[in-house]
């Protein structure tokens, strides 16, 4: 499949590997995790595609922004009559919401971002610039809104990819102004990383995040549930502890047993736990669906934890 976007700067292009498992038919969307392995021409190559793929990332318009205020005003009635909280910037259906390096890697690819970040880091700089530009627009659209919590995208800025030298020139720059802009609005910013975080802690502390989403016993590269609490408890809300995939879709009622009760009297005591499969539940099977009410019974006995640490 060949895509052309025409723009006032070029015609920026990208050719993909229509895979018998590939979901979209005939269309290639801008932003996606299927465009990682396929690509076999992605959109930006060097820093003479920037220019044309700035147009790419457009402004919400007068449209788009009421659309979103109308659904905004029922999602807050219904949290509101359910005791929830409302949180923003995270994906819904084609958005895909506020997001850092993950856009770069379906932009430039995996292995051809970390190239470039070694061989041309300015390219690399720029787009993150572009990137959070336009999320900086969206993420005031957000906070106007009155939400609780700003939630950012971050699976591929983990030391699984980069390392804690090239995490603080690349992605601390731009968190910096996005977690200042959240916190000027009096809101809580939340950071979706669920592997490969353990050498950043020490930067997740000075960043000034408030919630990080997604810590991962099982599938989490190094993550050490104690040493997590050491070093964050107190500071920065944890959600997670539990497997999504491994324990509560493949895993038996002990396993989710157990590894809820590693999660609460680990990360629990003190507060700031927010206890959650990691990253998700997808499969729908009878099994899947009685971990989950296992997982639910197992939080109700257990969630009585000291309030000190």
């Known amino acids: ?20 498992d590939w979901p979209y038919g005939d269309h290639v969307p801008l932003f996606d995790d299927y465009l990682i392995p396929r690509s076999e021409k992605f959109l ?15 402004e919400p318009t007068p449209e788009d922004i009421k659309e979103f205020r109308q659904k905004s005003a029922r ?7 359910k005791g929830l909280l409302v949180s923003a910037g995270w994906q819904t259906g084609a958005d895909p ?3 850092g390096m993950d856009a770069v890697m379906w932009l430039c690819g995996m292995k051809e971002a970390v190239l470039l970040a070694m061989d041309r880091p300015e390219v690399i700089e720029e787009l993150l610039r572009i990137i959070s530009e336009w999320n900086l627009k969206r993420i005031e659209i957000y906070l106007d809104e009155g939400v609780d919590l700003l939630i950012k995208r971050a699976w591929y800025e983990s030391t699984d990819l980069w390392s804690p030298a090239l995490y603080r020139r690349f992605m601390v720059p731009v968190l910096k102004k996005e977690i200042e802009l959240t916190h000027q609005a009096g809101v809580k910013f939340g950071y979706i990383i669920t592997s490969g975080i353990m ?17 991962d016993p099982v599938q989490g590269k190094g993550t050490d549930l104690r040493l997590l609490k050491q070093k964050l408890g107190g500071k920065i809300c944890l959600w997670g502890g539990v497997n999504g995939f491994l324990t509560i879709e493949n895993g038996s009622k002990e396993d989710v047993i157990e590894a809820v009760q590693q999660a609460i009297s680990t990360l629990g005591p003190g507060g700031g736990l927010i206890l959650s499969p990691v990253d998700n539940v997808r499969d729908t099977s009878e099994h899947t669906w009685n971990n989950v009410m296992t997982m639910i019974k197992a939080w109700k006995k257990m969630r009585a934890y000291p309030i000190e640490a």
């Not at 999602?75 to 009559?81: I, P, R, V």
């Not at 050498?199 to 810590?215: A, K, N, R, S, Y």
């Open 1 to 20: 499949l060949h895509k052309q976007y025409h723009t006032p700067s070029g015609i920026p292009t990208t050719v993909v590997r229509k895979t018998e």
């Open 44 to 58: 930006v190559t060097g820093r003479e595609d920037l220019e044309s793929v700035r147009f790419l990332f457009a």
């Open 75 to 81: 999602l807050k009635k219904f949290a509101s009559n």
């Open 97 to 99: 919401g506020c997001m």
């Open 199 to 215: 050498p950043l802690l020490d930067d997740i502390l000075e960043l000034g995040i408030d919630v990080l989403i997604g810590v």
